[in-house]
């Protein structure tokens, strides 16, 4: 059975292509066959894995619902060689009015679900990079999704319109209560007022964070201009090891029994 872990937050820029990314290395360097899927028509998650210019994106299934989207299956690169474990259906720029024109399809909710269903490489996990607006594409993730990832950062910004986005997410399910889990990124430990912050916020709002957190560094920005992730980038890191941890607690959170890192989670 293959397990669904969307990747959302209405606001950018707080790192959450590079969530899904490090998140998905990490699976896949513990033997989980993994596939990530960007739903982001600025498609940064496809360049990030060398996957940027393609014959077939997930476009090609919004277009036409009856498209076979094992035909948008890539292997995941860095720096030239396929990354063990790791595939990827990649975007493009046409995805946002493309998304918009499916709207006219009668069962288009089930556009990403139906397109799943018939993969012929059986995943452990699909990671899905929403884009931070709502529309058809990404409605259609919530409602495939096992898990929602809400990535925050330090700034209020960041848990500001949540409650709004799982209102969003509880009306395309037609349920009450689904499984998420806040991850805190790009956090400065030595900013203890920002710190305590922004766990007050949380904490003000009822929801659900992880323990293990990602600190801040240049070496995501270093990753990013070289086109190759972080895990593989700086493998010795600290921001390795946070994303182990991170990758750690959502196995646990989903209750999936399998390996996993042998690292401390820093608090």
Known sequence: MTDIIGLANS?????KTTSCLAIGTCLAELGYSTLLMDLDHQANLSDD????DEDYTITDLFEDPKFDLNQCVYPAMSQGKEIPNLDVV???I???TTARSAERHIHRHQ???DGIKKLKKNYDFILIDCRPAIDLSIECAFLVADLLIVPVDMDRRATKGILDLFETVKEVKRVEDFNYLLVKTKVDTRNKIMLRSTDDRIEQLGLKAAK??????????QATDNKVPVTHFAPNSR???DYKAITNEILDEMKIKGPRFEVEVVV
């Open 94 to 96: 046409t995805l946002a």
């Open 49 to 52: 894995v060398e996957r940027g």
């Open 239 to 241: 921001a390795h090891d």
């Open 111 to 113: 556009i990403l679900s």
């Open 11 to 15: 606001k950018g820029g707080v790192a």
């Open 212 to 221: 293990a957190q990602a600190r801040t560094t240049e070496l995501y920005k």
């Open 90 to 92: 990649p975007a493009d």
